[in-house]
């Protein structure tokens, strides 16, 4: 389905097979975040399915990589203030995964009938509609995506900007709604859908906030669950082992075995932002938590003045009361932060 932009309509996939493989290879299509520049984490992915003889084919998002038209950024015309354009980005996103799924059908070394899909922040909420609409799709994995669209975008701490021209517009979340009814993910997931699903969520996450990814998890109540204690970013630091239960998925799903999701997986949470109190002067700083449990965490920081400890209660998703402790004293302290 051509956009009528060049480089656009023409879509590179990038293919990997195992080396060593009996029979047809499942295969797993792959979509990126927004703005990738690059498939790494893609190719790290398809490295790990391959050794458990899994193909893969990282499909780029309309606008992105190799499509990303001259003088734009990659993904810069994928999100923007038109509804009517994000519509269109969905549409031909959806039709390059039909035809992505019609060309595996022509490969003999490539089993159709067991066909996953993948995604990661933008590609996961794209992955999450390809689900809905594309019943070929045997099994599905979304990390850090989530549902409803117009929820994602009047909240995302991504799109500041465009949500601003947005509203000069006249648009409101509901309009929004409305505009993109189409290609919401919520009209087309089914509850009872019996296909394996594994949603991937970031308990402080900012870009897609856990209300939306809920929605998602609501949509499909079937599906398995994990929970990392980071924002949306801090699965970076343990995107091995991530991608390794994301792998470990989808080989139990295409061997009909049962799979759980860890119910223990180390992920630190990063903090960066801001803290003064009592006689203390402002700061900045970086920082990891020692402790947690529910609004409470204790924090060692790492500040220009030297390193400070941080024990107290979150007031909300940025700011936090409670002790902050130096060298020099102890007092009362005020934190404001964002978690990677």
Do not use: C
């Amino acid at each position: 389905m051509p956009s009528g932009v060049e480089p656009n309509d023409t879509v590179p996939i990038l293919i990997t097979v195992p080396t060593e493989q009996i029979g047809k290879a499942p295969v797993v299509i792959l979509l990126h975040y927004w703005g990738a520049t690059d498939q790494n984490v893609e190719k790290n992915l398809s490295d790990r399915l391959a050794k458990s003889g899994i193909a893969s084919i990282a499909l780029p998002i309309p606008y992105h990589l190799q499509r990303t038209p001259p003088n734009t950024r990659s993904g810069e015309m994928a999100i923007t203030a038109d509804p009517a354009q994000m519509r269109e980005v969905l549409i031909q996103a959806m039709a390059d995964l039909s035809r992505t799924i019609d060309w595996i059908e022509t490969q003999e070394n490539l089993d159709s009938s067991r066909v996953g899909l993948a995604g990661i922040s933008l590609g996961a909420i794209v992955s999450s509609l390809g689900y809905g609409v594309e019943p070929r799709i045997k099994a599905a994995a979304f990390m850090l995506g989530g549902a409803d669209l117009a929820g994602i975008f009047f909240s995302s701490s991504r799109t500041v900007p465009l949500r601003e021209e947005m509203r000069r517009r006249g648009y409101t979340p509901e309009s929004l709604r409305q505009e993109l009814a189409p290609v919401e993910p919520l009209t087309y997931l089914r509850a009872d859908d019996p296909r394996p699903t594994y949603i991937i969520r970031a308990r402080f996450d900012t870009v897609v906030m856990p209300g939306q990814t809920q929605k998602l998890m609501d949509a499909l109540p079937g599906a398995k669950l994990l929970e990392l204690d980071t924002g949306h970013f801090g699965g970076a630091v343990v995107q091995n082992r991530l991608l390794g239960t994301v792998s470990e998925f989808f080989v139990k799903t295409f061997r009909n075995e049962s799979f759980s999701a860890p119910t223990r997986f180390f992920a630190p949470t990063l903090r960066f932002g801001a803290i003064g109190g009592g006689e203390e002067p402002l700061t900045f700083f970086g920082g990891f938590d020692l402790w947690r449990s529910g609004s409470g965490f204790a924090s060692i920081l790492v500040t220009p003045q030297g390193p400070r400890g941080f024990l107290g209660a979150g007031l909300g998703r940025e700011w936090a009361v409670g002790i902050y402790a130096s060298p020099r004293r102890t007092t009362w302290g005020i934190l404001w932060n964002i978690v990677l």
